[in-house]
């Protein structure tokens, strides 16, 4: 029998995050002879639901392990959301059609790096595992969409802005999403926690700059569901996995 996505990416992320305790408790120091105590990098982070950006700031516990804080903050999107546009215009914009919030993450998070491999002084690839455990805060703010009377897509005059409600907003009036800011206040909070595992590979050459690739799994879990289309089964579990650029500098 098939294994759900959902169930796959949980079982892959407590796996790892498993691994990494593991390994973060029997590390050992090595002999690189590098001093850096200190770092810090930004990333952008693609995954299977969404964009990130992330800081993440580190102190060395020893030779091949860091202690790391870090903030991250991006999109969640449903699996089920799809960007469509008005076929009565041709000038018409994207939209998502049945979307009545877009969540907003903030993930405040407190983890570890550590070196499974190290690269040679000006040459190879450092390997490293990496994990993470916080808490997650999704604002939900609604969605406004331009609108006009159906069927008078000639109409010069334009378009008005209005929370989309799906009860009375349909497709053949629907002229495309309004400005970002448009209901930027009538948002509400969402609290839960937030939970990553990966492996962060490093290709510089310099030792005292990191510049990379970071995959792995990550999931937020929210104390409510997080209410995102209409008349679809929402969640308050977002498994994903995830890819991303870091860079960032080391300090003595």
């Known amino acids: 029998m ?12 407590l796996f790892v995050l498993s691994q990494s305790f593991l390994f973060a408790q029997f590390s050992i120091d090595n002999s690189s002879g590098y001093l850096f105590k200190k770092e810090f990098n ?32 991006g999109n969640i999107k449903h699996e089920k959301e799809y960007s469509s546009k008005n076929e009565l215009s041709g000038d018409s914009k994207r939209f998502v059609y049945g979307k009545i ?3 907003y993450a903030a993930r405040f998070h407190f983890g570890g790096r550590l070196v499974i491999f190290e690269s040679t002084r000006n040459q190879g690839v450092e ?9 997650s805060f999704a604002y939900l703010k609604p969605v406004y ?10 109409d010069s005059s334009d378009p008005k802005d209005e929370r989309y409600d799906p009860t009375i907003h349909f497709q053949e009036n629907i002229y495309g999403k309004s400005s970002f ?28 700059m990191i510049a990379g690739i970071e995959f792995g799994a990550k999931m937020d879990v929210f104390l409510k569901t997080i209410v995102i289309l209409y008349e679809t089964k929402n969640h308050a579990i977002f498994p994903a996995f995830y890819l991303g650029l870091n860079i960032g500098k080391k300090k003595l």
């Open 2 to 13: 098939k294994m759900p996505k959902k169930f796959l990416i949980v079982k892959v992320l």
């Open 42 to 73: 930004l990333g952008l982070h693609l995954s299977t639901n969404g964009t990130q950006l992330n800081f993440v700031s580190g102190f060395k516990q020893s030779a091949s392990y860091y202690h790391q804080f870090g903030v991250g903050i």
């Open 101 to 103: 919030n877009t969540p």
């Open 127 to 135: 390997v490293n595992f990496v994990w993470a455990l916080g808490f």
């Open 145 to 154: 969409l331009q609108i006009k009377e159906p069927f008078n897509f000639q």
């Open 181 to 208: 800011f448009k209901g930027i206040n009538e948002g509400y909070w969402q609290g839960g926690f937030f939970a990553k595992s990966g492996v962060f590979l490093d290709f510089s050459q310099n030792k005292s």
